[in-house]
Protein backbone atom coordinates (compact mmCIF):
# COMPACT_ATOMS: atom_id res chain seq x y z
CA UNK A 1 0.00 0.00 0.00
CA UNK A 2 3.13 2.66 0.83
CA UNK A 3 4.56 2.21 -2.91
CA UNK A 4 0.70 2.41 -4.30
CA UNK A 5 0.33 5.90 -2.63
CA UNK A 6 3.87 6.79 -3.90
CA UNK A 7 3.03 5.70 -7.61
CA UNK A 8 -0.11 7.55 -6.84
CA UNK A 9 2.52 11.40 -6.16
CA UNK A 10 4.65 9.82 -8.92
CA UNK A 11 1.48 10.18 -11.21
CA UNK A 12 0.57 13.51 -9.57
CA UNK A 13 3.93 15.07 -10.37
CA UNK A 14 4.18 13.64 -13.52
CA UNK A 15 0.70 14.72 -14.56
CA UNK A 16 1.77 18.10 -13.69
CA UNK A 17 5.37 18.57 -14.88
CA UNK A 18 5.25 16.48 -18.06
CA UNK A 19 2.97 19.95 -19.61
CA UNK A 20 4.51 22.44 -17.99
CA UNK A 21 8.13 23.67 -19.33
CA UNK A 22 9.78 22.87 -15.68
CA UNK A 23 10.85 18.96 -16.47
CA UNK A 24 8.78 15.87 -15.51
CA UNK A 25 12.41 13.75 -15.58
CA UNK A 26 13.98 16.03 -13.37
CA UNK A 27 11.06 16.10 -10.77
CA UNK A 28 10.78 12.29 -11.34
CA UNK A 29 14.71 11.91 -10.53
CA UNK A 30 14.90 14.57 -7.36
CA UNK A 31 11.71 12.79 -6.22
CA UNK A 32 13.47 9.38 -6.34
CA UNK A 33 16.44 10.68 -4.33
CA UNK A 34 14.14 11.97 -1.20
CA UNK A 35 11.02 9.01 -1.77
CA UNK A 36 12.40 6.44 -3.60
CA UNK A 37 9.86 2.96 -5.12
CA UNK A 38 11.01 0.33 -3.16
CA UNK A 39 9.25 -2.52 -5.81
CA UNK A 40 11.45 -5.72 -5.93
CA UNK A 41 13.74 -4.65 -3.94
CA UNK A 42 13.81 -8.02 -2.69
CA UNK A 43 14.65 -9.56 -5.90
CA UNK A 44 17.71 -7.73 -5.49
CA UNK A 45 19.12 -3.98 -6.56
CA UNK A 46 19.40 -5.32 -10.28
CA UNK A 47 15.49 -5.83 -10.79
CA UNK A 48 15.27 -2.53 -8.93
CA UNK A 49 17.20 -0.48 -10.83
CA UNK A 50 15.39 -1.80 -14.47
CA UNK A 51 12.36 -1.54 -13.04
CA UNK A 52 12.74 2.21 -12.05
CA UNK A 53 14.34 3.15 -15.90
CA UNK A 54 11.11 1.71 -16.86
CA UNK A 55 9.17 3.53 -14.41
CA UNK A 56 10.23 6.65 -15.03
CA UNK A 57 9.11 6.65 -18.53
CA UNK A 58 6.56 4.14 -19.11
CA UNK A 59 4.60 6.37 -16.78
CA UNK A 60 4.14 9.02 -19.23
CA UNK A 61 1.72 7.08 -21.41
CA UNK A 62 -0.79 8.14 -18.87
CA UNK A 63 -0.03 12.05 -19.59
CA UNK A 64 -0.32 11.12 -24.07
CA UNK A 65 -3.64 9.26 -23.20
CA UNK A 66 -4.58 12.65 -21.92
CA UNK A 67 -3.34 14.65 -25.27
CA UNK A 68 -5.22 12.18 -27.10
CA UNK A 69 -8.35 12.32 -24.94
CA UNK A 70 -8.21 16.03 -25.34
CA UNK A 71 -7.06 16.94 -28.62
CA UNK A 72 -8.97 13.36 -30.35
CA UNK A 73 -10.89 15.33 -32.89
CA UNK A 74 -8.35 18.07 -33.47
CA UNK A 75 -5.86 14.70 -34.29
CA UNK A 76 -8.19 12.56 -35.89
CA UNK A 77 -8.25 12.63 -39.78
CA UNK A 78 -10.96 10.30 -40.17
CA UNK A 79 -13.89 11.99 -38.15
CA UNK A 80 -16.78 12.73 -40.97
CA UNK A 81 -17.15 16.27 -38.60
CA UNK A 82 -14.41 17.44 -40.75
CA UNK A 83 -14.27 18.38 -44.64
CA UNK A 84 -11.82 17.33 -47.48
CA UNK A 85 -9.70 20.77 -46.46
CA UNK A 86 -10.27 20.15 -42.78
CA UNK A 87 -8.86 16.47 -43.03
CA UNK A 88 -5.59 17.35 -45.24
CA UNK A 89 -4.36 20.07 -42.51
CA UNK A 90 -5.07 17.58 -40.02
CA UNK A 91 -3.07 15.06 -42.24
CA UNK A 92 -0.63 18.11 -42.58
CA UNK A 93 -0.23 18.56 -38.70
CA UNK A 94 0.91 14.93 -38.68
CA UNK A 95 3.24 15.23 -40.86
CA UNK A 96 4.86 17.91 -39.48
CA UNK A 97 5.13 16.30 -36.12
CA UNK A 98 6.66 13.24 -37.99
CA UNK A 99 9.44 15.69 -39.42
CA UNK A 100 10.08 17.39 -35.76
CA UNK A 101 10.19 13.68 -34.18
CA UNK A 102 13.22 12.58 -36.22
CA UNK A 103 15.92 14.76 -34.59
CA UNK A 104 14.83 13.05 -31.19
CA UNK A 105 14.70 9.54 -32.79
CA UNK A 106 18.31 9.96 -34.23
CA UNK A 107 19.79 10.58 -30.82
CA UNK A 108 17.49 8.33 -28.87
CA UNK A 109 18.35 5.40 -30.96
CA UNK A 110 21.62 5.64 -32.49
CA UNK A 111 23.76 8.12 -30.07
CA UNK A 112 22.66 6.64 -27.09
CA UNK A 113 24.30 3.48 -28.76
CA UNK A 114 28.07 4.59 -29.97
CA UNK A 115 27.99 7.01 -26.39
CA UNK A 116 27.53 3.34 -25.00
CA UNK A 117 29.80 1.49 -26.60
CA UNK A 118 32.53 3.78 -26.62
CA UNK A 119 32.35 4.82 -22.86
CA UNK A 120 30.99 1.62 -21.21
CA UNK A 121 27.75 4.16 -20.06
CA UNK A 122 24.81 5.36 -22.03
CA UNK A 123 23.48 8.70 -22.13
CA UNK A 124 21.15 7.88 -19.01
CA UNK A 125 24.59 6.30 -17.03
CA UNK A 126 26.26 10.35 -17.88
CA UNK A 127 23.31 12.67 -17.49
CA UNK A 128 20.99 11.19 -14.99
CA UNK A 129 21.71 12.57 -11.63
CA UNK A 130 20.67 15.73 -9.34
CA UNK A 131 24.04 18.07 -10.30
CA UNK A 132 23.10 17.76 -14.04
CA UNK A 133 18.96 17.94 -13.46
CA UNK A 134 19.58 21.10 -11.00
CA UNK A 135 21.84 23.18 -13.68
CA UNK A 136 19.03 22.51 -16.30
CA UNK A 137 16.79 23.73 -14.49
CA UNK A 138 18.35 26.94 -13.72
CA UNK A 139 19.41 27.36 -17.45
CA UNK A 140 16.73 26.76 -19.08
CA UNK A 141 14.63 29.41 -16.60
CA UNK A 142 17.09 32.46 -17.28
CA UNK A 143 16.33 31.15 -21.01
CA UNK A 144 13.03 31.50 -20.60
CA UNK A 145 12.89 35.23 -19.06
CA UNK A 146 15.18 36.32 -21.44
CA UNK A 147 13.47 34.98 -24.04
CA UNK A 148 10.04 36.61 -22.77
CA UNK A 149 11.95 39.65 -21.64
CA UNK A 150 12.88 40.24 -25.77
CA UNK A 151 9.23 38.88 -27.29
CA UNK A 152 7.83 41.97 -24.83
CA UNK A 153 7.43 44.42 -27.80
CA UNK A 154 7.03 42.31 -30.53
CA UNK A 155 4.27 40.28 -32.34
CA UNK A 156 4.23 36.68 -32.92
CA UNK A 157 4.67 35.66 -36.55
CA UNK A 158 2.90 32.52 -36.34
CA UNK A 159 -0.52 32.34 -34.15
CA UNK A 160 -1.59 28.98 -34.92
CA UNK A 161 -0.38 25.18 -35.31
CA UNK A 162 -1.46 24.95 -39.15
CA UNK A 163 0.95 27.85 -39.88
CA UNK A 164 3.83 26.09 -38.99
CA UNK A 165 6.02 25.10 -41.93
CA UNK A 166 7.92 21.78 -41.96
CA UNK A 167 11.29 23.37 -41.77
CA UNK A 168 9.96 25.26 -38.68
CA UNK A 169 8.53 21.60 -37.43
CA UNK A 170 12.28 20.41 -38.01
CA UNK A 171 13.79 23.24 -35.78
CA UNK A 172 11.68 22.57 -33.39
CA UNK A 173 12.50 19.13 -32.92
CA UNK A 174 16.24 20.21 -33.15
CA UNK A 175 15.30 21.30 -29.87
CA UNK A 176 13.16 18.76 -28.22
CA UNK A 177 16.56 17.06 -28.74
CA UNK A 178 18.01 18.37 -26.25
CA UNK A 179 15.35 17.31 -23.90
CA UNK A 180 18.16 14.30 -23.85
CA UNK A 181 19.16 16.55 -20.98
CA UNK A 182 16.92 15.18 -17.70
CA UNK A 183 16.14 19.01 -16.06
CA UNK A 184 15.74 20.85 -19.39
CA UNK A 185 11.97 19.31 -19.91
CA UNK A 186 10.56 17.85 -23.64
CA UNK A 187 7.95 20.67 -23.51
CA UNK A 188 9.99 23.28 -22.16
CA UNK A 189 12.45 22.91 -24.68
CA UNK A 190 10.64 22.28 -27.83
CA UNK A 191 7.87 25.84 -26.03
CA UNK A 192 11.40 27.90 -26.09
CA UNK A 193 12.50 27.38 -29.60
CA UNK A 194 8.76 27.30 -30.80
CA UNK A 195 8.75 31.15 -29.68
CA UNK A 196 12.38 31.40 -30.92
CA UNK A 197 10.90 30.93 -34.60
CA UNK A 198 8.40 33.46 -33.61
CA UNK A 199 5.32 30.97 -32.80
CA UNK A 200 2.65 32.37 -30.57
CA UNK A 201 2.51 30.79 -26.73
CA UNK A 202 -0.78 28.92 -27.23
CA UNK A 203 0.54 27.99 -30.66
CA UNK A 204 3.82 26.80 -29.26
CA UNK A 205 2.52 25.14 -26.24
CA UNK A 206 -0.19 23.10 -28.63
CA UNK A 207 2.24 21.71 -30.93
CA UNK A 208 4.42 20.44 -28.17
CA UNK A 209 1.44 18.54 -26.99
CA UNK A 210 1.09 16.72 -30.27
CA UNK A 211 4.85 16.52 -30.66
CA UNK A 212 4.65 14.51 -27.21
CA UNK A 213 2.43 11.42 -28.75
CA UNK A 214 4.98 9.86 -30.51
CA UNK A 215 8.09 10.92 -28.55
CA UNK A 216 6.96 9.73 -25.56
CA UNK A 217 5.15 6.45 -26.94
CA UNK A 218 8.33 5.58 -28.41
CA UNK A 219 10.67 5.87 -25.77
CA UNK A 220 8.32 3.95 -23.56
CA UNK A 221 8.02 1.36 -26.00
CA UNK A 222 11.76 1.04 -25.72
CA UNK A 223 11.99 0.99 -22.04
CA UNK A 224 9.16 -1.80 -21.95
CA UNK A 225 11.02 -3.89 -24.27
CA UNK A 226 14.40 -3.37 -22.25
CA UNK A 227 13.10 -4.21 -19.36
CA UNK A 228 11.57 -8.05 -21.08
CA UNK A 229 14.39 -8.55 -22.31
CA UNK A 230 15.97 -8.48 -18.59
CA UNK A 231 13.08 -9.94 -17.38
CA UNK A 232 13.94 -12.83 -20.37
CA UNK A 233 17.43 -12.94 -19.54
CA UNK A 234 17.11 -13.16 -15.75
CA UNK A 235 14.61 -15.31 -15.80
CA UNK A 236 13.62 -13.11 -12.77
CA UNK A 237 9.65 -12.96 -12.30
CA UNK A 238 7.86 -9.79 -11.94
CA UNK A 239 5.76 -9.32 -9.06
CA UNK A 240 1.89 -8.36 -9.07
CA UNK A 241 2.39 -5.35 -7.01
CA UNK A 242 5.14 -4.20 -9.51
CA UNK A 243 2.18 -4.17 -12.51
CA UNK A 244 0.26 -2.23 -9.51
CA UNK A 245 2.17 0.77 -8.93
CA UNK A 246 2.81 1.13 -12.52
CA UNK A 247 -1.01 1.23 -13.31
CA UNK A 248 -2.14 3.47 -10.34
CA UNK A 249 1.06 5.86 -11.41
CA UNK A 250 -0.20 6.02 -15.02
CA UNK A 251 -4.07 6.27 -14.09
CA UNK A 252 -2.99 8.98 -12.03
CA UNK A 253 -0.54 10.97 -14.58
CA UNK A 254 -4.11 10.61 -17.01
CA UNK A 255 -6.38 12.46 -14.95
CA UNK A 256 -3.96 14.93 -13.69
CA UNK A 257 -2.63 15.39 -16.84
CA UNK A 258 -6.17 16.56 -17.92
CA UNK A 259 -6.11 19.29 -15.80
CA UNK A 260 -2.75 20.58 -16.04
CA UNK A 261 -3.23 20.71 -19.65
CA UNK A 262 -6.47 22.82 -19.15
CA UNK A 263 -4.24 25.37 -17.07
CA UNK A 264 -1.32 25.97 -19.28
CA UNK A 265 -3.68 26.46 -22.05
CA UNK A 266 -5.57 28.91 -20.10
CA UNK A 267 -2.74 30.32 -18.43
CA UNK A 268 -0.56 31.09 -21.78
CA UNK A 269 -2.80 33.24 -23.58
CA UNK A 270 -3.24 35.38 -20.49
CA UNK A 271 0.13 35.69 -18.65
CA UNK A 272 4.15 34.80 -20.10
CA UNK A 273 6.02 32.07 -19.68
CA UNK A 274 8.58 33.70 -16.90
CA UNK A 275 6.66 32.41 -13.53
CA UNK A 276 7.81 29.45 -14.66
CA UNK A 277 11.27 30.62 -15.44
CA UNK A 278 11.58 31.80 -11.54
CA UNK A 279 10.29 28.26 -10.71
CA UNK A 280 12.73 26.33 -12.17
CA UNK A 281 15.96 28.90 -11.32
CA UNK A 282 14.54 28.28 -6.85
CA UNK A 283 14.09 25.03 -7.55
CA UNK A 284 18.02 24.24 -9.43
CA UNK A 285 19.40 27.03 -6.34
CA UNK A 286 17.57 25.17 -3.42
CA UNK A 287 18.54 21.38 -5.12
CA UNK A 288 22.16 22.23 -5.63
CA UNK A 289 22.21 24.18 -1.95
CA UNK A 290 20.47 20.84 -0.47
CA UNK A 291 23.39 19.01 -2.27
CA UNK A 292 26.21 21.12 -2.00
CA UNK A 293 25.38 20.71 1.97
CA UNK A 294 24.71 17.09 2.48
Known amino acids: MTEILKAILYGIVEGVTEWLPISST?????????????VGAELGPDFAGEFW??????IQLGAILAVVVMFFTRLNPFTPKKNE????????????????????AIVGLVL?????????????GWL????VVSAALVVYGVLFIIIEKARRSSEPIITGTQDITYKNAFIIGVFQMLAIIPGTSRSGSTILGAMLLGMSRSAAAEFSFFMAIPAMAGASLIKMYGFFDYVAESGVGVPAAAWGVLLAACVTAFL?????????MDFVRRHTFTPFGIYRIALGALVL??????
Open 85 to 104: PEKKETWAIWFKVVVASIPA
Open 128 to 131: YNAW
Open 53 to 58: EMFEVV
Open 26 to 38: GHLILLNEFLGLN
Open 256 to 264: VSMVAIRFL
Open 289 to 294: LYFILI
Open 112 to 124: DKVIERLTGRDIE
